[in-house]
């Protein structure tokens, strides 16, 4: 019986699935950048300047740069950059950083100091294509500009993996500010490659994720997704973009189990709005205003006329049955309920790294 192992929060779960039910496993793939050549990167930053790092979420691959930078920083007896994070991710974040380094949280409204250098890693997004530091910020920083990128899109169903006009307002969002970004392009194993510079600029790596992490396959039946990493299950509204990079890759009246513990919530303004009955399906056409997470809500109303989406999370089942999702209390129950409903010989694709993975 194949063992496969599960992102699920901080941890990982196991899958106990027979040989005879797995059609296939489907994981990321890319050349790992060596520790020489992340170092000669990093080279290119000017250490003796007084440097604040933001860290947009945690992950192995940020880890991974804040400790070869802060090596470097000593090995050059420069000073340690400053480490800055969200209130919700800073005990995180800290757990991960080398001795001798303090981390401070993030509250500043003003992200116009050019000592700032926002780090994330590059997924795909629904509604952008990619989710960048450029997209980060808009969608943090740029509620108005929000409400243009989301008028913006291509139709009403996710389109990761594509560069709608959409990812242009997260460009022309970040040119009003004077700072610098390091964009990450990682899989499960590590740092396929990074680039620093302006965000608006620091887009070009989508070339790289898109070399690396599409994949062509057939259309399938039934799929079991991981999003790989903690950061990408940590609410549910994050969750749906590894949903959304399989949609296309799943039969009609197909089944979706979507393995996010979501263990900050919903993570979407507008799928709480939903719940509570303050905000209907029909508003999310054309609104006068954008509320966060509004396109996920509609993203997941669309694709659910396509196939049916079981969860597997921590959430009440109050709310997956208001999203019209069914509630799985563990991953030994996705398993069950697929060979209940859809017959003991049922194939199974498995997804492990579904945040990074775009399938066609």
């Not at 480490?83 to 303090?102: F, M, R, T, W």
């Not at 949280?105 to 003003?110: L, S």
């Not at 990761?160 to 970040?174: A, M």
């Not at 859809?342 to 066609?360: I, Y």
Request: charged share 25%; proline share 3%.
């Amino acid at each position: 019986m194949p063992e496969i192992w599960l992102n699920y929060g901080i941890t990982d779960v196991v899958l106990d699935i027979r040989a005879e039910n797995l059609e296939q496993k489907i994981d990321s793939e890319g050349k790992i950048l060596e520790d020489s050549v992340i170092n000669e990167k990093l080279n290119t930053l000017d250490l003796s300047k007084p440097m604040e790092l933001v860290v947009l979420h945690n992950s192995k691959s940020i880890q991974k740069i804040i400790s070869s930078l802060f090596t470097l920083c000593e090995q050059k007896s420069k000073p340690f950059p400053k480490i800055l994070a969200d209130k919700k991710i800073l005990n995180l974040v800290k757990a991960g950083l080398p001795e001798g380094s303090s981390i401070n949280e993030f509250d500043d409204v003003e992200i116009s100091n050019s000592n700032l250098i926002f780090m994330a890693e590059m997924e795909f997004d629904g509604l952008f294509g990619y989710e960048t530091i450029s997209t980060r910020l808009i969608k943090k920083f740029g509620l108005e500009s929000m409400l243009s990128a989301y008028a913006k899109r291509q139709g009403n169903l996710p389109t990761p993996g594509q560069y709608p006009e959409s990812l242009e307002e997260s460009k022309k969002f970040t040119n009003n500010f004077e700072i610098q970004g390091i964009e990450i392009v990682a899989n499960s194993e590590g740092i396929i490659d990074f680039s620093i510079d302006h965000p608006s600029k620091t887009l070009s790596s989508t070339k790289i994720m898109e070399s690396h992490s599409i994949k062509d396959i057939d259309q399938h039946k039934t799929m079991v997704i991981s999003t790989g990493k903690d950061s990408s299950n940590d609410n549910l509204g994050k969750s749906l973009s590894s949903l959304w990079n399989c949609a296309n890759a799943i039969k009609k009246d197909g089944l979706a189990i979507l393995v996010a513990e979501c263990k900050s919530g919903l993570g979407s303004d507008a799928i709480q709005q939903y719940i509570e009955g303050r905000l209907t399906l029909e508003q999310l056409e054309n609104p006068i205003k954008y509320i966060s997470g509004m396109e996920d809500l509609l993203f997941l109303s669309q694709v659910q006329k396509n196939f049916q989406i079981c969860l597997v999370s921590i959430l009440p089942e109050f709310y997956a049955k208001k999203l019209n999702m069914i509630s799985l209390q563990g991953i030994k129950y996705s398993l069950d309920y697929i060979l209940k409903t859809q017959g003991a010989k049922q194939k199974v694709v498995v997804v492990t790294d579904g945040a990074r993975l775009l399938l066609r």
